[in-house]
């Protein structure tokens, strides 16, 4: 039933994406998502799709498998398409009631659309070549510098990688309770809101006092094995930067030089 | 009863993590039998039985309930559901409520029963799950791991079902509460002769208390006939990564060691009555 969450899922193949270091790739993700909002230029538009479309190439995910991560931004997509293209002042193209749609319009909104679909591209191409684990991992070196102004960086990660690793299990723990209660004669489907809101009590309660069982589990298992926060901590594979690291950040450089080149 | 024809199950069906879980099963259970269901872990056992009350759909074949298709279009599957109970692994983790009694109402009230027919139920399920009285008006999260179950399975009790399928009753209870689920599930048949699955893969659970035993492996019916036909094939049955009941290794043993008993005994009355033969004490 819930089988169709992409957000966080991470994608089994061998690339050279797949390898290159977390941090290579946080920042890549970071400056893609930068150079959209950078540039205004058709050409810079062209260039940013030219390189997406060869990282989408180069990390071996199936296109299919990406674009499925775009039906959860449908609705934003046209709310915002939508306002753009009927709330922006400028040349009329036609009339529809009281809203009006423009050129000016149609030609932001196109761009706004551009930057929501390669945004979400370009964040879930970050999450499906790199397991949790490596992503935690490589924000909490990246952020390490915030740990001078007390920000407990590591406790930060630690919370984020156990996050990601419980969304799996809640699920399939929604699918086994919504199934024990779908047997007693629940009905998830049918009724009005009110009906419908209330058929979840059966399904919330018995998920939050199983979240939280799980939490005082993995808190215990924890702590018997000396856990005691970031201090001292060592890693089994600690963070390495390779040859490719290096060669991926002289390309995002170029990349983004050439963006600001031609933002106008 | 319950006649299931050419089921087949596979899961993602057209992608690359497509897996089959079991193919072409077909059995049929009739009405107040016992039935055990045994299998490796795996083998396909809990996707099977969510069949038998259409909460997942078979990619092919087809389940019939007293003569009725019930993944036909027009069958009302949440009738069938009062009909065909089902009790998962740890029921426990399904209550909700905040009275035991509320909370095996539940069942009943969805199947449109008034709160007072309801509670009659859900009270008579209750004395029938063996929880104490004084237990019925409190929190379900008060309760400790045994009283739960109870109290669970009572949910399932309480739309007094034809069939009950149990999927591991008794898993994570100490040997007392095993007994204890268990005897309560043999004395639903006794009193109420609701028709029983029960999935186990303990042995010797399922010899003591199943007319019939089916055993499924790797997704396959390997075997579904009586227990003294099924533990005749020990050796497969360990191919399969199960084990026969005790009283069947020992049955061998004793006749390895030249005192001649029946070799597929499989429950400890047998033995003993075996073995009392065997040494001429009367």
Known sequence: ?264 | MIEARNLTHIYNEGTAMESCAFTDISFTINKGEFIGLIGHTGSGKSTLIQHLNGLMRPTAGTVYFEGEDIFADKYDLRALRGKVGMVFQYPEYQLFDETVLLDVMFGPLNMGLSKDEARERALSALRLSGLSEDKFESSPFELSGGQKRRAAIAGVLSMEPEVLILDEPAAGLDPGGRNEILELVANLRKERNITIILVSHSMDDVAKYADRIMVLNKGRLAFFDEPRAVFSHVEELEEMGLAAPQMTYLAQKLNKAGISVDPAISTVEEAKAEILKAFNVK
């Open chain 1, 1 to 264: 039933m819930l089988r169709d969450i992409t957000l966080g899922q991470y994608y089994p193949v061998d690339s050279v994406i797949h390898r290159l270091d977390p941090r290579t790739k946080l920042a890549g993700t970071f400056v893609f998502l930068v150079s959209l909002f950078v540039t205004k230029s058709i050409y810079g538009y062209v260039l940013a799709t030219v390189f997406l479309a060869a990282v989408i190439m180069m990390s071996r995910v199936p296109v299919k498998f990406i674009t499925k991560g775009l039906k959860a931004i449908v609705v934003l997509l046209i709310i915002s398409v939508s306002f753009n293209i009927f709330l922006t002042e400028g040349t009329p193209i036609f009339t529809l009631g009281p809203l009006k749609a423009t050129w000016e319009g149609l030609q932001t909104a196109g761009f706004m659309g551009i930057r929501l679909i390669y945004l979400v591209v370009g964040s879930s191409i970050l999450t499906l070549t790199t397991t949790p684990n490596q992503l935690t991992g490589g924000l909490e070196k990246s952020m390490g510098f915030l740990r001078k102004i007390k920000v407990p960086v590591h406790e930060i990660a630690m919370m984020m990688s156990i996050a990601l690793r419980f969304i799996p299990i809640l699920v399939e723990e929604t699918d086994k309770i919504m199934k024990a209660q779908t047997a007693r004669g629940a009905d998830f489907e049918t009724g009005g809101l009110v009906k419908k809101a209330k058929a979840m009590i059966p399904l919330l309660v018995p998920l939050f006092i199983s979240a939280f069982r799980r939490a005082s589990d993995l808190a215990m298992a924890m702590e018997a094995r000396c856990y005691h926060g970031g201090a001292g901590r060592t890693k089994m594979k600690p963070l390495k930067y390779h040859k490719r690291d290096f060669i991926a950040y002289v390309i995002l450089l170029l990349y983004l030089a050439a963006m600001i080149v031609i933002k106008k």
